[in-house]
């Protein structure tokens, strides 16, 4: 059973920066770990995701501000978020599956309880 616990969500200034972690429990190591975020009145959507080979996958909307990176030697993956937005504010979530992940569009066995983040102006 594979638990996911996300850290580092906060409250920042646009411009600014934030690292998100996603801590698992149990064996992922053959796993693909997508972020998600979900803004309030707004649908979830994929931000980025990791393969367990490292290939990683961005919505158009982070691509070059937002970098996903994992260490496998303390099972965590980590959401680098660079220039911050207002438009990037929401709840963000970590989700895995087994094996690959080509997309976003996949029924993800695993979600952690989330993390906020807030970007003001």
């Known amino acids: 059973q594979v638990q996911l616990e996300e850290g580092g969500g906060g409250s920042v200034q646009s411009g600014d920066s934030l690292t998100l972690s996603c801590g698992a429990s149990?064996?992922?190591?053959?796993?693909?770990v997508a972020w998600f975020r979900q803004a309030p009145g707004k649908e979830r959507e994929g931000v980025a995701l990791i393969n367990f080979d490292g290939k990683t996958i961005y919505a158009d909307n982070v691509k070059g501000r937002f970098t996903i990176s994992q260490d496998k030697t303390n099972n965590t993956r980590y959401l680098k978020m660079n220039s911050l937005k207002p438009e990037d504010t929401g709840k963000y979530y970590c989700?895995?599956?087994?094996?690959?992940?080509?997309?976003?569009?996949?029924?993800?066995?695993?979600w952690g309880q989330g993390t906020q983040v807030t970007v003001s102006s």
């Open positions: 149990g064996d992922t190591y053959f796993y693909c």
């Open positions: 989700a895995a599956r087994q094996y690959f992940c080509a997309n976003f569009n996949y029924d993800y066995n695993y």
